[in-house]
């Protein structure tokens, strides 16, 4: 779906899943030469990985964090993001539709810079 709705915009895009930190940052630190700004949804690393805050922060990309779940309705340990500060935005609530929602967001972003 975020690959057939980056066509209609008529942008590139990317995509990688992993569970393992490292492979995250790897990948947000190869961004830097090759694209214009981050979509991520780091699940749980959102509220524990200063690791991947950190590669948010050190590539200076627009990154806009994306979650399924509104984490703000769920656990208080959920409330805290660390990707939040390094962040230009953050849509969350809205299931899947929070990724389009989000590339939409970022695509704006970039054409107004």
Sequence with gaps: ???REAQELQVKSAAL????EGVLVDFIHAAQDQH???LI??????HTSVAIRDAIAAVNLPTVEVHLSNIYRREAFRHHSYIAE???GQISG?????YRLGLHALVDYLKQS
């Design 86 to 88: 390094v962040a230009i």
């Design 36 to 38: 214009q700004g981050i």
């Design 94 to 98: 809205f299931g899947a539709e929070s």
């Design 17 to 20: 899943q992993s569970n393992h």
């Design 41 to 46: 949804n780091a699940g749980a690393y959102t």
């Design 1 to 3: 779906m975020l690959e």
